[in-house]
């Protein structure tokens, strides 16, 4: 890594040598604890079921609409009529290049 690149991290060759070496350490650790455990579906669904409300705390929800297209042109275009107040189904309508991701709702709406 160059050393202006460790600069602007506020670290330097021995501590981002120090860094890589425990995350490798970790990957390997756990690698190695978790090889062939598999968590029973039954068991992840149990666990948010009763865990909803506090790890919903940790989160922030979003709705976000989306515009997908097929070149750089297109997505100017968009973009310079959205930013003037465009109405964003009428450019989803016209633009959007493969509908409702994964059905998932109106006008490219994701909720993430």
């Known amino acids: 890594m160059a050393k202006e690149d460790l600069n602007k991290m506020g670290m330097d060759q021995e501590k981002m040598t ?7 350490l970790y990957a390997e650790v756990y690698q190695a604890v978790s090889e062939g455990y598999e968590v ?13 409300d506090g790890l919903m705390e940790k989160f922030q929800l979003l709705k976000v609409n989306s515009i997908v297209v097929d ?8 973009m310079e009529k959205a930013t003037a107040g465009e109405d964003f189904s009428s ?12 059905g998932q709702g109106e006008n490219g709406e994701m909720t993430e």
């Open 18 to 24: 120090a860094v890589m070496e425990d995350s490798y």
């Open 40 to 52: 029973p579906e039954a068991e992840i669904d149990a666990f948010f079921t009763e865990n909803k």
């Open 71 to 78: 070149d750089q042109k297109a997505a100017e275009e968009v």
């Open 91 to 102: 450019l989803f309508a016209t633009y959007d290049t493969i509908g409702n991701v994964e």
